[in-house]
Structures are given as C-alpha cells and as structure tokens.
C-alpha cells in the first residue's frame, strides 16, 4: 500500500520535469516567434536555409530557421518526436498526410486518394504535430525571406526522407543526429 500526502490547500501541478506537450511547445514556439529581436538577430542569407538553436522548454530541441524563396524541407518525419512550429516572418506552407504511415518494414508506399492537407502559416500563425506526423514545409514566395520557429519533443532521435512522386511515397533516408554536425 502506498501513501499520497499532499499538504492542505497546495496546488496540484505537473512534476517539474514532465515532457513538454504538443500544446506546451506551439505556446513556445508562437511566444518565441513573436520575439522581435530575437528574430531579427537571424542571418538571412539568400543561397540557403540559415539556423539557430534554441533552448526549448523542458528539453525539447528547437530551432529559429530562415528560408529564402523557393526553398522546403521535402517531406520527412521527426523518428518519433512530436513538436510545433510557427512562422514569424513570411508565409509557410506546409503539406501534409492525413495518415498515419507505418514506419518500419516498407520502401515505397502509395496513399490512397484524400490524404493530402495544405495549409499556410503567415507570421504568427503556428501548429502542433504528433508523434507520427509526416509533412514538407516550403516558402513558395518569389521574393520574401521567411523566418520560423520549431521546437520537438523528445530532441530529435532522428527523421526519415522520402521522396514523392504522385502518389507513391518513397523512403529514401534515414538521417541520426551525427549526420547534422
Ligand atoms: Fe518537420
């Protein structure tokens, strides 16, 4: 038999090292997004992707990520994690399945008709994932620099690519973090 004490009129709250929730991180990063000078600290660079850690709450990993024109992240999981992420400058759209999509034991896969969701995220505007999202997020702009906020749960163990064509998704990668450095 076990005891719970708890002290007359204290309040109930979450273990202080409790993993941070899909909610918890979106809170993070719009709050961070909306960090003017924060953002503005970003190198933009107009040949590539530009990035900054972060420190997340609760040991989430986090990044502040510039995207010039034309560029995306092809589509890819989080190997497990869960996260949110936010625009803080510029539009993002992000495309993504509505599927869950096994994670072991296939090489090509081919989603049924239906899956597909797009949304775009202008600054302020941001969304959480679970732990089996599969997405691609891209800056379709001509012209404009955009700037984001991403924060995962666990750290990242590691993130699986694949290509697409129609709709037959392909594995084409399994990335681990040493492969980042
Ligand atoms: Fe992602």
């Known amino acids: 038999m076990s005891l719970s004490v708890r002290s007359p009129g204290a309040p109930e709250s979450a273990p202080r090292n409790a993993a941070p929730s899909s909610s918890e991180l979106l809170e993070f990063v719009r709050r961070t997004a909306a960090d003017a000078s924060l953002v503005a600290s970003l190198q933009l660079d107009p040949e590539g992707r530009t990035w900054v850690r ?7 990993e986090a990044w502040l990520i510039g995207w010039p024109p034309g560029t995306g992240t092809g589509w890819h999981d989080h190997g497990g994690s869960h996260g ?3 625009a803080a400058a510029g539009t993002l759209r992000e495309e993504s399945l509505a599927a869950r999509i ?12 239906g899956v ?3 949304r775009e995220l202008t600054a302020g505007r941001g969304r959480a994932f679970g732990a089996h999202h599969v997405h691609q997020v891209l800056n379709q702009s001509a012209d404009e620099h955009a700037v984001s906020v991403h924060a995962y749960y ?3 163990p590691m993130m699986r690519r694949y290509s697409r064509t129609g709709a037959v998704l392909r594995l ?3 990335e681990r973090p040493e ?3």
């Open 54 to 60: 972060l420190d997340g709450p609760g040991g989430s």
């Open 84 to 86: 949110a992420f936010a």
């Open 102 to 113: 096994p994670t072991e034991g296939w090489k090509t896969l081919e989603l049924a008709d």
């Open 116 to 118: 597909d969701r797009a």
């Open 154 to 156: 666990p750290p990242l």
């Open 172 to 174: 084409e990668q399994v």
């Open 179 to 181: 492969e980042w450095l």
